[in-house]
């Protein structure tokens, strides 16, 4: 399918696999690409019924490749709503796509990882996994995956959690509602998402997929506000915070806003 993910099918489950595991399975846009195309792909597959999200490797997903966000030039700027683009279109096709789908996590999650687990109907992971949305330390705003984030943690939570970048464990990801479960290891992970598989696979497909439509129409995203949220991150993206921040992480060194006040 692509070097960045793999898609394949078994039973009733496509399986859509990132492999990125030595950065991190950070979403560049050619990920973000191949990820959109592979659901296209598995939503319709004939006897797949179900979609499995998940990562090779320590780490679920560490959010957007900052290596490539980082250039300055102005020319980028319609790379950049094009990127943004590409990633809210495919989290409306996780969230708003006629199959059920379900995010297997294994390891940590940051910002666009984060998001990805959002926009799945249903999550579930081990225990040592954390998860943060860090965009604010990096001079940046978490606003194409904010719908999902919003919808499935509810405006207290979201606020705290995108305003402040702190990291939360697991168990605090569960009773915000981020996950569903949490399973003891990866094999009782597993057991727990094919558990779940068997209760799907019980409703009839064309119900499956009308109770999706219905939950899209109960609460929308509409197409005009996934625009605006692209743009919003494209300029940031390009703003002289923005990409003091951005260097700063990728120079591991701390922004300019936290070096001028210990001045």
Excluded at 108 to 118: D, K, M, T, W
Excluded at 201 to 223: N, W
């Amino acid at each position: 399918m692509s070097a960045s993910l793999d898609l394949t099918f078994r039973g009733r489950a496509a399986i859509i696999e990132l492999r990125r595991a030595d950065v991190h399975n950070a979403l560049d846009g050619d990920t973000v690409i191949a990820l959109h195309h592979a659901l296209q792909q598995a939503m319709q597959h004939a006897r797949a019924r179900v979609i499995i999200l998940r990562a090779a490797g320590p780490t679920f997903c560490a959010g957007a490749d900052l290596r490539g966000m980082a250039d300055a030039s102005p020319i980028n700027s319609a790379r950049s709503v094009a990127e943004a683009q590409e990633l809210a279109e495919t989290l409306a096709l996780l969230r708003e796509g006629p199959k059920p789908t379900i995010a297997r996590v294994q390891g940590n999650a940051f910002g666009g990882g984060v998001g990805l687990i959002a926009a799945c109907d249903m999550s579930f992971s081990v225990p040592n996994c954390a998860f943060a949305l860090t965009e604010t330390r990096l001079g940046l705003i978490p606003a194409v995956i904010s719908p999902y984030v919003l919808a499935r943690l509810g405006p207290s939570h979201t606020r705290r959690l995108f305003l402040s970048g702190e990291r939360i464990n697991a168990a605090q990801a569960c009773a915000m509602g981020l996950l569903h479960d949490i399973s003891a290891d990866e094999t009782a992970l597993d057991a727990r998402i094919e558990e779940t598989i068997d209760h799907l696979a019980r409703g009839g497909p064309q119900a499956l997929a009308q109770c999706k439509q219905l939950l899209a129409t109960l609460t929308p995203i509409p197409s005009e506000i996934r625009a605006t949220l692209c743009q919003w991150i494209a300029d940031c993206r390009q703003s002289a915070e923005g990409q003091e921040g951005m260097r700063a992480f990728l120079e591991k060194r701390a922004p300019s806003w936290l070096t001028s006040e210990r001045d």
